[in-house]
């Protein structure tokens, strides 16, 4: 049973002090929640772990009425609604996990305004039962949580969030709120047009995590450079070691055992008794080092994990981020550290080909993929990198592997031009454009039926880049695109100058390049002067 709703329900401060025991708001958690108990529509960009949730559910216990949550993840509901319910707060939840008698249960109390907060799978809201129900209660504010998930154009798109966008229309008068913590500026965009939000105030919090060093090298020998990087962190660290495959994630945890290191492997395989019992050693323990595919860490609370290992590459920068993002959350110095190497490329683009999908949604995921490696490649500061990628500015940190030891570089700037007057021909001369692929064809002098039937063996820069192979060429590309000397337009990734083109074309703007990128195990490039 909860307990009854404190008297001074009416203050914030007071309920986050009473409710949740902390005794200050963090960051613009203030204003967004002022902003909410006074009716207002907010947007809230926040990274993972930066206080979301307080932002809804104390408007939530501000304001009369139940306060709905919609939230996708069906794993966390009970643990958040338990979370809940521990400090006092009536809180319920209603998805498919639940028998007929439970809901019922729900719905009365919902009903009878006996809840603070309710939560809600997005598709249950689109059942018309659901739809009538809330519409005969009183709520308080809407929060919509994971609100990417209305990106057609990210990896978690859920079509029925589209179904969101009526909510205005359905409860008129209920705060809307739109929370998440990966949003490039489009993502942003589209959560503020299909959720219908224009009048919101947008809270956008810094996604900087300054007291994480992020260091990322070429796989030469990953488990020996997974054990050195290991063997080099303090004694009693603790820290996340994530691997793409389950088998990877036992091979890799067994190696380190026998390395005398206190490792523990963690997939949704392992036996749930195992584990529970891993998680609670790794929680309760120093110096546990937990190896895991990506389905470990939401959703657990470990402040002081000192590091965070990839020996596979991301799928994305957001999932980069959000997994590097449970190292150091107590503020405390922490690392971030990858190895990434040709293989991961390839088995990831042909798993992106293998996958079921319209060739737009592949295009994507390989889009989310080569921005992955335009991050490992760059040779200025990879957090500058990763924040403009999250739409954010910044100077160089000062506290990444390419601020402190600057990485070795050779001049690009005649491959650059190659590309750029290989554009702007086709683009002239023939009105044409064309995505990576062909242009490196055409570039590398290959003889492919396209290229004889296009005619464009007969091009002025028609293997004039044959000097670089095709994977050199492929990073390149990927680095001229990350800084916007090329840009990527429309369905097909069809390549055209960008803003900083004209500059490269004009031999005024150098462009330095990384020695130590896919395909050349650090050796030298073999560029012709
Ligand atoms: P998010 O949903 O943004 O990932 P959470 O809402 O789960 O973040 O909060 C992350 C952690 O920060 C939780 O452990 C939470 O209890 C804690 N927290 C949130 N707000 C405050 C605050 N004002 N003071 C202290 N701790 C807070
Ligand atoms: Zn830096």
Request: proline content about 5%.
């Amino acid at each position: 049973p909860a307990a009854p709703r404190a008297a001074s329900a009416s203050d914030p401060k007071a309920v986050l002090k009473e409710v949740f025991g902390y005794d200050e708001f963090r960051g613009d958690q203030a204003d967004i929640v002022a902003h909410v108990v006074a009716g207002g529509d907010a947007v809230v960009l926040m990274p993972t772990g930066g206080g979301k949730s307080i932002t809804y559910q104390v408007p939530a216990l501000v304001r009369p009425g139940t306060g709905l949550v919609i939230s996708p993840l069906i794993a966390l509901m009970h643990d958040q609604v338990d979370a809940l319910r521990a400090n006092g707060v009536r809180a319920a939840y209603l998805n498919s996990t639940q028998n007929a008698a439970e809901r019922a249960g729900v719905e009365q109390d919902f009903l009878d305004g006996e809840l603070d907060l309710l939560y809600v799978a997005p598709e249950r809201l689109s059942a018309p039962a659901t739809s009538a129900l809330l519409q005969r209660g009183t709520l308080s504010v809407i929060a919509i949580d994971e609100a990417h998930c209305v990106s057609q154009w990210g990896h978690d798109f859920r079509p029925d969030y589209l179904a969101l966008g009526d909510l205005s229309a359905r409860f008129p008068g209920v705060p809307r709120m739109a929370l998440t913590a990966t949003a490039t500026r489009a993502t942003h965009q589209e959560i503020t047009e299909r959720l219908r939000l224009p009048d919101a105030r947008h809270f956008v919090a810094s996604f900087d995590r300054p007291n994480i060093q992020y260091r990322i090298e070429p796989k030469v020998d990953p488990r020996r450079q997974l054990l050195q990087f290991v063997r080099a962190q303090p004694a009693g660290s603790a820290g996340i070691v994530y691997a793409l495959s389950r088998k990877s994630v036992e091979q890799t945890a067994e190696y380190l055992r026998t390395q005398g290191v206190d490792a523990l492997p963690y997939h949704a395989g392992l036996d749930a008794a195992v584990r529970a019992h891993h998680q609670q050693r790794f929680l309760r323990e120093d110096g546990v080092v937990m190896v895991a595919t990506i389905a470990f860490g939401m959703g657990i609370d470990k402040p002081d994990v000192r590091f965070v290992a990839h020996i596979d590459l991301p799928k994305s920068v957001e999932g980069y981020y959000q997994e590097t993002g449970r190292a150091g959350r107590d503020g405390d110095p922490a690392i971030a550290w990858m190895a990434y190497g040709l293989g991961d490329v390839v088995q990831q683009r042909r798993l992106i080909d293998q996958s079921p999908g319209e060739r737009s949604y592949k295009m994507r995921l390989g889009q989310h993929l080569d921005a992955m490696l335009a991050l490992c490649e760059t040779v200025s500061c990879r957090r500058q990198n990763l924040l403009a990628y999250f739409g954010q500015s910044s100077e160089p940190c000062g506290n990444c592997d390419t601020c402190l030891d600057s990485p070795d570089t050779w001049d690009g700037l005649v491959p650059a031009q190659k590309l750029l007057s290989t554009i702007v021909r086709l683009q002239r001369e023939r009105n044409q454009a064309f995505g990576a692929g062909h242009l490196v064809d055409i570039l590398r002098g290959a003889s492919t039926e396209r290229i004889r039937q296009q005619g464009h063996d007969a091009l002025a820069t028609y293997g004039l880049g044959a000097d670089l192979s095709d994977q050199d060429w492929r990073s390149v590309i990927r680095q001229l695109l990350a800084r916007g000397v090329i840009v990527a337009r429309g369905e097909y990734g069809v390549l055209a100058v960008g803003d900083e083109g004209a500059a490269v074309l004009r031999g005024e703007s150098p462009v330095p390049l990384r020695r130590d990128v896919l395909g050349r195990g650090g050796g030298a490039p073999r560029v012709r002067k």
